[in-house]
């Protein structure tokens, strides 16, 4: 009868530790978004924004945000390696609208000899400047949208740069719709045209992306793993890279974005992989 009644405590027990571990991360989750999210300040939802086709400035961003990016790449095509280097600013000048400075550069090293003549000069891709407003911002629903504009000014590769100095422009406007499900499950879809115009030949090329992000936040953090799914479609081609993340916290402001990408109907491209540094500097209090 005691082993009985022992038995009976024990399950007893383990079922509610196990019961005060979900109730705990449930609080640290619930903590984590309120510290985000509640504030005497405008609305904002806590979303987890994708590492390879990033935002601009997060959603709901509040004035005085602000961040840095560092980004490296690399992309195996079949006959040449590439390197991509990104310098990124983003800020939030007044509530719910983002700005951002991007200069990101290119580098190429050819697999064998026969391939040097086909690899690519050295470039700065181009200088792009983008907003983005946030004009749906309900914490009621975990829900946030955004409409937004890149413009990329195209520069001519180190082999003949400045001449000329811009070749031509590229013309992005996008949308962006993110949802919270309960406390963990992020998803978002970051859509728009490209235009690209050829100064030199007047030539228009159009091609429309549709990027898709699923990520799972770890309880009671800024950590998370996910998967972007990015497709484009131009001249009735449609291509697709699947590139699964991870992002972790190294400090309260410095954070480290890990990305892999898997081609699926790219017909030069092979694997590539991706690293993202972000640092928020820490906004000065007046008093």
């Known amino acids: 009868m005691n082993i009985r009644i022992l038995k009976a405590s024990a399950l007893m027990l383990i079922a509610t530790t196990h019961t005060v571990g979900q109730n705990q991360n449930s609080i640290k989750d619930s903590l984590f978004i309120r510290e985000i999210e509640d504030s005497q300040e405008p609305p904002k939802v806590l979303h987890a924004e994708p590492l390879y086709i990033d935002l601009i400035r997060d959603l709901g961003a509040r004035k005085g945000e602000k961040e840095w990016n560092l980004g490296l790449g690399l992309t195996d095509n079949l006959t040449f390696d590439s390197y991509e280097t990104l310098v990124e600013y983003e800020w939030a000048p007044i509530d ?14 050819p697999l064998g000899e026969q391939s040097k003549e086909t690899t690519p000069n050295n470039k700065l891709n181009s200088i792009k400047l983008a907003t983005q407003w946030s004009f749906f911002v309900s914490e009621k ?141 820490k906004e000065k209090k007046h008093h």
């Open 141 to 281: 629903i975990a829900t946030s949208m955004a409409l937004g504009y890149i413009n990329e000014f195209e520069l001519s590769d180190f082999g003949n740069f400045g001449d000329p100095l811009i070749k031509g422009n590229v013309y992005n406007p996008f949308f962006v719709i993110a949802k919270r499900w309960g406390n963990n499950i992020h998803s978002l879809i970051y859509t728009g045209p490209m235009i690209e115009q050829n100064f030199a030949s007047s030539e228009f090329h159009f091609a429309y992306d549709i990027n898709t992000s699923f990520h799972y936040m770890i309880t009671g953090t800024r950590n998370f793993v996910g998967v972007e799914f990015n497709k484009t479609i131009h001249n009735h081609d449609f291509d697709m890279t699947i590139r699964p993340q991870m992002r972790l916290g190294i400090t309260h402001n410095i954070m480290i974005g890990i990305v892999a990408g898997i081609p699926v109907s790219r017909e030069n491209e092979r694997f590539s992989s991706f690293l993202r540094l972000i640092w928020e500097p």
């Open 96 to 109: 719910r609208l983002g700005l951002e400075v991007e200069l990101p550069f290119t580098f190429y090293s």
